[in-house]
């Protein structure tokens, strides 16, 4: 286990423009997104960092439990009050994931791979989630929340045995004890780094990084969302940030959610079945 997690120390060397203008770490709260709301009912402003050493509550995508072991992994949401319309969100969940797999980066020597739209793999097993959210305060005021979890120092065990095929943490990947205070503080710059350029730039570094980071591009995946699963090979993204496949059957779809699988190659793709997603498809959220 590392030592516990102190804003002092973080905040000393932090040299950001916007994100950890304030920060708070907590030792046990419910879900790091929970409180992230009641301060954005207290009308807080952006860029103010939450971290809680564990959640009894813990949220995932998709209605999933977030497992969140006290002082071992890093469990954190940021407030962003961008001037941007919220359905550009799926763009920020973008550039969390690429801003989390750069600062996971500094700590390993195999890169992690993003998946879309924003789960962040090591050696092809899941180390981090992000959970975006929006909320609006009772007086009408609008905040971004990036929820971020990562597996730092899990060990096998720590996981549960449904969880141990397809899940793992920085240490079991490294062989290392990973400095949680460098993990965040690394995290913090790069998250500030990536929104300044996409404040700046626009979303098209954005998504050209995130390519960059993922090794999705060419593979066989497939498609969950509900009961339907649509089988094909990943062709990139948009310039939204939506995924876009060819199906099976040869047609190019675009995906604004969906729960992705990949595919080793040798593996490949099964046959298509269920119904086909369009853009018609309701954005339920990342
Ligand atoms: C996923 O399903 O992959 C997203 C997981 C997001 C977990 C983080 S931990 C900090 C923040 N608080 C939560 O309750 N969830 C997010």
Redesign the pocket.
Known sequence: MSPPLSAKKIKSNLNTTRIGSEILVFDAV???????KQYLEQNVAGGLVLI?ES?T??????G?T?M?LSGI?????VILKPDIQLRLLPQLTLLAGLATTLAINEFIRKKAQLKWP??ILLNGK?C????CETHVSKNGEAGV?I????NANHSIPDFPDDLTSSATSLMIETGNVIDRQALVHALICNLDQQYDAYLGNGEQTVIEKWLENSDMVGKKITVTLGKSAIHGTALGLDSQGRLLMRSEKGEELTFDSGEVSLHSSAEGARPARGKLLTRKNVFLGW
């Open positions: 419910s879900s790091t997104n929970d409180l992230a809680a959640q509550r813990g949220r995932g995508r998709m999933r977030w969140s992994g890093l469990y954190l949401s924003n789960d899941k981090c989630g992000i959970l929340i929820g971020i979890g990562i």
